[in-house]
Structures are given as C-alpha cells and as structure tokens.
C-alpha cells in the first residue's frame, strides 16, 4: 500500500490533454511540493515536474499544480512518446521518509 | 550538467553483503540531500534511505532498518549504501537520487542516476 495515492492507468489519445493525480494528506503533499517522473520501459526515472517548475529539456505541455493534499500532472497536447510509466513522490514529515505514489501507466492510443 | 553513477551490483546469496556506491558531478555534492531509492522487478519504485548533507541526518525503510547503512564523502563527492543479510526480496534496481529543493525546502529527488541492479539469490 503505496503513501500516495495514483490511478493504476490513464490513457487518451494523440493530441488529447490529460491529467493525472496524486493523493496524499496533510504530512506529505499537504506540507510539500511534488516531483513527478517518467519512466520509459523500467529504464532509469526522469523527472518532468518539480513543484511547479518545468526542468530543463522537458517540454511545456506538461505542467503541475497542487490543491490541498492532492497534486497533479497535466499533459496538454498528448504525444506517442510521453506513454510511460508516471510516479509522484514527496517527504512526508511524519514518517521521516520518502513516499512514492504507486504509478499511473499512461496509454497514448 | 548534474549526473549521479551508481556501480557495484550485483548477484549475492542469501545473507550475504554488497556495497554499492554513487559517484556525483557537476553539482556541489556536499549542499545536497541524498537518497537511495530500489525497484524490483515489475513493481513500482520504494524510497530505501536518505542522508542530510552533512552525513549527520539519516533515515531507513522499515524493510532495510537495521540491515542497511548510508553514508557519504563529500571530499569524494560520493554516497555509499552498506547492505547486509540480503533477502530474495532486496533484489531491484537501486537508483541514487538527489534531494531536490524549491523555494528553501528539500522534498523530492530532482536528478537520478542510470541505477545498478542487485540480485539476491542462491
């Protein structure tokens, strides 16, 4: 049982804009930002979200935004290669660790 | 441009012990929090340990708690993870990952290394 909380998969077409959303409560999202990662293919995760800044070399259709102790992350404009896998993660303070969602898998049909 | 290079993995019996160790460039490694992060296979990805910038701070999984040992050298620009008595269930890809910071407060990796993979098994 993953801390945060991930839809299992999401899927949508080319083109599409999709959002996908990461549940947690007032010791992890509700008192931090959120870093959102692709990973393609069980390869090494890449991050395409920190808070609410783009990092470099990742395209402008993603964006983050956060509303209580829920985040989200909005692809607008879905391509073929943004299908992967998408984890959220945070501290959470009460814990004293790391906490994962347990991973949306995005479908581009 | 900031990389992380995870290397010593590899294939251990039960019980047994490995050290892997993460190499880090083009950041300065020692204002950094650092975390180990491991993923078994066809499963999703579990934070293992972390380690405040100074070494002074650190943190476990329940699941490695007393098993596991993170430590750094800023001097080597390095961060090392210790890990004894091996389980089948230890056997993942383990990623190094640095602690990302916004707006003074340090909550999420930022930058991942390629991984190494351990494999426990007799």
């Known amino acids: 049982q993953s801390a945060l909380t991930q839809e299992a998969s999401v899927s949508g077409t080319v083109g599409q804009k999709v959002t996908l959303s990461c549940t947690g409560n007032?010791?992890?999202?509700?008192?931090?930002?959120v870093g959102w990662y692709q990973q393609i293919s069980h390869g090494a995760p890449k991050t395409v979200m920190f808070g609410n800044s783009l990092p470099s070399g990742i395209p402008d259709r993603f964006s983050g935004s956060k509303s209580g102790t829920t985040a989200s992350l909005t692809i607008s404009g879905l391509q073929p290669e943004d299908e992967a896998s998408y984890y959220c993660s945070t501290w959470d303070y009460r814990l004293s660790a790391q906490v994962f969602g347990g991973g949306t898998k995005l479908t581009v049909l | 441009e900031a990389q992380l290079v995870e290397s010593g993995g590899g294939l251990v019996q039960p019980g047994g012990s490995l050290r892997l160790s993460c190499a880090a460039s083009?950041?300065?490694?020692?204002?950094?929090?650092m975390n180990w992060v491991r993923q078994a296979p066809g499963k999703g990805l579990e934070w293992v340990s972390y380690i405040g910038s100074s070494g002074s701070t650190i943190h476990y999984a329940d699941s490695v708690k007393g098993r596991f040992t993170i430590s750094r050298d800023n001097a080597r620009n390095s961060m090392y993870l210790q890990m004894n008595s091996l389980r089948a269930e230890d056997s993942a890809v383990y990623y190094c990952?640095?602690?990302?910071?916004?707006?003074?407060?340090?909550?999420?990796?930022?930058?991942w290394g390629k991984g190494t993979t351990v494999t426990v098994s007799s």
């Open positions: 083009g950041f300065t490694f020692n204002i950094y929090e």
């Open positions: 990952a640095r602690e990302g910071c916004s707006g003074g407060t340090c909550y999420a990796p930022d930058v």
């Open positions: 007032s010791n992890n999202i509700g008192s931090y930002g």
